[in-house]
């Protein structure tokens, strides 16, 4: 079945730092989608996105989706203590059933402020 | 809008015990889901529902049961609760799938079974 897997599962960085986390597909996506989930929280919407080779930015938010439509990354630049918590990527295989989204397994940002 | 509502919050089960997590959202989204999240594991999906009257199995439905009798409410039936379903469930509803989707999640239920 597909796979979803991110890296890295963990990152801790000093405020003011830069954070990457990646995301890869065994299959080819239809789309991918970015969640953030605060301490306690539940996940929250960040974007979609959907076209080879996409970009968009949500102010010190940086999203990609790789030409071939099975990876993805999230970029923040100059981190803030508001941006701790778990980054999850999601996709939906372009081949599967239309509704089985799958989740990678999340990466932790904690902030030193 | 209320959103994504979900009760209860937290609950503890004896094994062998049965409970309903309620979940009900206002945006009148065709589509809902039944996540668990177990610690590093990140969202497992246990059942889905394209519209009313109709449900299907995700990942993980071995010991739950759904139903989708309005657009409204999806509940998530647990008949015999083991140790292995201790976890944080979240409900969510979308609009559509594909180019334009984006789930809304509920709050979650902690659940422990001793």
């Known amino acids: 079945g597909q796979q979803v897997m991110q890296i890295p599962q963990y990152q801790h960085v000093q405020e003011g730092e830069d954070f990457t986390t990646y995301c890869n597909s065994s299959?080819?996506?239809?789309?991918i989608q970015w969640y953030k989930q605060r301490p306690g929280g539940h996940p929250v919407f960040l974007i979609q996105?959907?076209?080879?080779?996409e970009v968009k930015k949500q102010k010190r938010l940086t999203f990609q989706f790789g030409e071939a439509k099975k990876n993805s990354s999230l970029h923040i630049t100059a981190t803030q203590t508001t941006d701790v918590g778990t980054y999850f990527c999601a996709g939906r295989s372009s081949g599967g059933s239309n509704y089985k989204l799958t989740f990678g397994k999340g990466t932790l940002l904690t902030v030193n402020p | 809008n209320a959103g994504v509502t979900q009760t209860p919050k937290f609950r503890i089960l004896k094994i062998g015990q049965s409970m309903t997590l309620q979940c009900t959202q206002d945006?009148?989204?065709?589509?809902m889901y039944w996540y668990r999240q177990d610690p590093g594991m990140g969202l497992k999906l246990i059942y889905y529902?394209?519209?009313?009257?109709?449900?299907d199995k995700g990942e993980v439905p071995n010991g739950y049961n759904v139903s989708r009798s309005t657009t409204e409410d999806f509940p998530l039936r647990l008949e015999l609760a083991a140790p292995s379903q201790t976890s944080v469930y979240f409900c969510?509803?979308?609009?559509?799938?594909?180019?334009?989707?984006?789930?809304?999640f509920g709050s979650g239920t902690q659940l422990s079974v001793l």
């Open positions: 969510a509803s979308s609009y559509q799938t594909g180019s334009n989707e984006k789930l809304f």
């Open positions: 945006m009148n989204h065709n589509y």
């Open positions: 299959t080819t996506l239809s789309n």
């Open positions: 996105l959907v076209k080879s080779g």
């Open positions: 529902s394209v519209g009313a009257g109709i449900t």
